[in-house]
């Protein structure tokens, strides 16, 4: 079974700090993928960044970047120069592949907050 | 412009009434999902189908239903069987590749259900 553990319930930094959100998986199948959502206070979930199991570099998006580490099976999102409006709950999640065919599993999220 | 939309985005209902709570996409995306989510949770999903007429149960099905008639629409009915139905619903699709690449889920905006 697949499964997501991100164990920052909560993080706070500082505007204009980077900071890192904690991301580990499991999974036995050896092709997936990785994917961290934003979820501000009002409740859409919005698509940050994706990693796939077999690329060679880790991937960026502007000030989001994902440190995978294939081995460890982690890909932790690093966040550089913090800003108020990226206060919001985040999620990992990991699509992989059922006996049906593609699924999606989710952590259960990190707050951050990010302080004047 | 292309997307998801939930209606509504709030919902009320007397307990012991079926409720169903609509999701339209208009990406042309093959899959679509359905997550509960909780006040300080992550999501959970409930039921998700990969093509029209056809779907299968995620971790909670358990007092709710779907249909898939159309590619288009992907509608969940909470059941009266549905013991704590108020939370959080959001609604997803992707499109639905083999193999790698980037197959983000495109999330509606939502609908909070109220059972009183």
């Known amino acids: 079974a697949q499964k997501i553990t991100q164990t920052q319930p909560g993080m706070f930094v500082q505007e204009k700090e980077a900071v890192t959100l904690d991301c580990t998986y499991d999974?036995?199948?050896?092709?997936?993928?990785l994917f961290w959502y934003k979820q501000p206070s009002s409740g859409e979930m919005i698509f940050l960044i994706y990693?796939?199991?077999?690329?060679?570099q880790n991937a960026t998006e502007g000030r989001y970047s994902l440190n995978f580490q294939k081995a460890r099976k982690s890909a932790n999102l690093v966040i550089s120069a913090s800003q108020l409006g990226d206060s919001a709950m985040y999620f990992c999640?990991?699509?992989?592949?059922?006996?049906?065919?593609?699924?999606?599993?989710f952590g259960p999220g990190t707050r951050l907050s990010v302080l004047p | 412009d292309g997307g998801i939309t939930q209606s509504p985005k709030y919902l009320f209902r007397k307990e012991g009434q079926n409720v169903t709570l609509s999701c339209e996409q208009n990406?042309?995306?093959?899959?679509m999902y359905w997550y509960r989510q909780d006040p300080g949770q992550g999501l959970r999903l409930i039921y998700y189908?990969?093509?029209?007429?056809?779907?299968q149960k995620g971790d909670i099905a358990e007092g709710y239903s779907v249909s898939r008639e159309k590619k288009e629409s992907f509608p969940l009915t909470v059941t009266s069987a549905q013991k704590n139905p108020t939370a959080f619903y959001l609604c997803?699709?992707?499109?639905?590749?083999?193999?790698?690449?980037?197959?983000?889920?495109?999330f509606g905006p939502g609908t909070r259900l109220t059972v009183l």
């Open positions: 999640a990991m699509r992989g592949v059922d006996n049906y065919g593609q699924n999606f599993v």
């Open positions: 999974t036995s199948d050896p092709s997936y993928g």
């Open positions: 189908s990969q093509i029209v007429n056809d779907f």
């Open positions: 990693q796939g199991s077999y690329d060679q």
């Open positions: 997803a699709s992707s499109i639905e590749l083999a193999g790698e690449g980037n197959n983000e889920q495109f």
């Open positions: 990406l042309n995306h093959d899959a």
